[in-house]
């Protein structure tokens, strides 16, 4: 799935999922946006976990002191660079987001949000423990996934970019249960609440859950 995002769904055409999102989701993307904001601080240092071409950093960058973007599409990151030219406190890195080229204790906020978790297709542990390196103590780390409330707006926003040949033709045989199937392969999974528990098992820290929006599940992590 990296490969996908990288080279098939990459720079405009990643912003044209956007673009085409209905009223419902673009409401979504603002609450997720508002609620990262409310846990940034006046010069924290802020990492964004699969930036994509950045389309977040501009509102997060009006707050932290300086955000880095990781994402692994070259493509993305260049055309990001671009969009991102007159922002001076942001920086846009290809990483693996398991693998990640910061020393320990770094970041006071680190993000994953629009079901990253997920959509990285990486062992979720193996991201929880990298992302809990990187971030300092008493930081926070913010992961996102889609509410079950959410399901149908969701369904009807893959629907578009799959006409909008974005993605794949949905396999609706496969699809349902919070999961998203395309016959090119693609697949949107999802997180529930039970499986957070499971994933922070044996990590020093501690753990909320909020809901947001009828839209968002945020598994918030303090270090």
């Not at 957070?196 to 820290?205: H, L, R, T, Y």
Request: charged fraction near 25%.
């Amino acid at each position: 799935m990296p490969s996908y995002y990288s080279k098939k769904l990459s720079a405009e055409r990643l912003q044209r999922v956007y673009d085409i999102a209905s009223p419902r989701v673009r409401q979504y993307f603002r609450s997720e946006i508002d609620y990262v904001l409310g846990k940034i601080n006046p010069g924290d240092i802020v990492l964004d976990l699969g930036c994509g071409y950045g389309r977040i950093i501009p509102d997060l960058a009006k707050i932290a002191r300086s955000v880095s973007g990781i994402d692994n599409s070259l493509e993305s990151l260049h055309y990001g660079r671009q969009m991102l030219k007159d922002i001076s406190n942001c920086h846009l890195l290809c990483m693996n987001a398991v693998q990640l080229g910061f020393h320990d204790d770094t970041f006071d906020l680190t993000i994953c949000i629009q079901n990253g978790i997920s959509a990285f297709h990486v062992n979720p542990k193996d991201l929880i423990r990298e992302t809990t390196r990187i971030t300092k103590p008493n930081g926070t780390i913010l992961f996102s996934t889609y509410s079950e409330k959410f399901w149908s707006d969701r369904l009807e926003w893959f629907e578009m970019q799959s006409r909008e040949g974005l993605l794949g033709e949905i396999d609706f045989d496969k699809t349902g249960d919070g999961n998203i199937v395309c016959k090119d392969g693609f697949t949107a999974t999802t997180i529930t609440r039970a499986q957070f528990a499971e994933f922070m098992q044996g990590f020093n820290v501690t753990r909320k859950l909020h809901e947001v929006d009828d839209s968002t599940l945020f598994c918030e992590i303090r270090k």
